[in-house]
């Protein structure tokens, strides 16, 4: 995630176009807006549009505005998304879902950058930044004929890949704290904190919705919590796992099985700490501060440890 960051910091400024790759839920749109804010345009608002939202006879419509009489029901003329958006970005969420007519307008849109409305002969130029996104596998739609190659390419000048929050766990804990000051802020009561046993919960589940899921969990939790100032597994409704630390002791029974021989104590739970601290490391991909959050320590502590026992890695 803080590489995804950096790119948006550096692509933020520029006028290439986006495509955003993720599982639904994983924060696609946040993703945009992000991009939006680090513009040059964003004195002006982001323009977003679902393209599953519509049927594909309005989407057209939507897209590039109509005039008065263009299809029974236009009572009067519209301007569409492009031109809303003109000197802004235009988002296009669920790209993948659109059918293949209104792609071969929006291709010529990105080659021209003019467009007609709907019912119209008048030539429309704008200048828009686009940022697509979809949960689609976009080159199995290509195989099928369902999307157009040449839309692709224009799409995915700049890819984004957005990791589910099952690949990245170590995000949890700041994640479940964030969106239940949120919520407890919009709900004018005070912050909930989690038990230690319940972050152990929410890091184990596989959270099938991502992000959005964690969030709506929260939310729910928050409410079930009643005066409470203390989120416990009980609140969720979410199969529990096992903790981590658990789990751990599980995986790596070597580590803690006592041999019929004995063992050196000190040796041992030296190595122990190694192997956690190591663990939380890979997890955080070199992250000391998530990693000491993950281990419940401070930075500075996990530091000590990491220099105490560095002989035994060499």
Known sequence: MERLADKIRLIGPKKATVL???ETGTGKEVTARA???????????????????????????ELFGHTRG????????????????????????????????TQAKLLRVLQEREFQRV???????????????????????????KFREDLYYRLNVVPLQLPPL????????????????KVCLQEGIPVRQFAAETLDMLCGFSWPGNVRQLENAIENAVAL???????????????????????????DSSFVSLPDEGLDFEDTVA????????????????????????????????????????????
């Open 20 to 22: 955003i790759h993720g």
């Open 35 to 61: 991009l939006h804010a680090a513009s040059p345009r964003a004195h002006l608002p982001m323009v977003a549009v679902n393209c599953t939202a519509l049927p594909e006879s309005l989407l057209e419509a």
């Open 70 to 101: 263009a299809f029974t029901g236009a009572v009067q003329g519209r301007a569409g998304r492009f031109e809303q958006a003109n000197r802004s970005t235009l988002f296009l969420d669920e790209i993948g879902d659109m059918g293949l007519e």
């Open 119 to 145: 019912g119209s002969s008048e030539t429309i130029r704008v200048d828009v930044r686009i940022v697509a996104a979809t949960n689609a596998n976009l080159m199995e739609k290509i195989q099928t004929g």
């Open 166 to 181: 099952r690949d990245r766990t170590a995000d949890i804990p700041s994640l479940s704290q964030y969106f239940a000051e």
């Open 225 to 251: 919590s009643g005066d409470r100032l203390v989120l416990i597994p009980a609140d969720f409704a979410i199969p529990y796992v096992a903790p981590r630390r658990q789990i751990i002791e599980d995986r």
């Open 271 to 314: 190595r122990i700490e190694l192997h956690l601290l190591e663990q939380a490391l890979r997890r955080t991909n070199g992250n000391k501060t998530q990693a000491a959050e993950i281990l419940r320590l401070k930075r500075t502590t996990l530091a000590a440890k990491l220099r105490s026992l560095a002989h035994l890695s060499a």
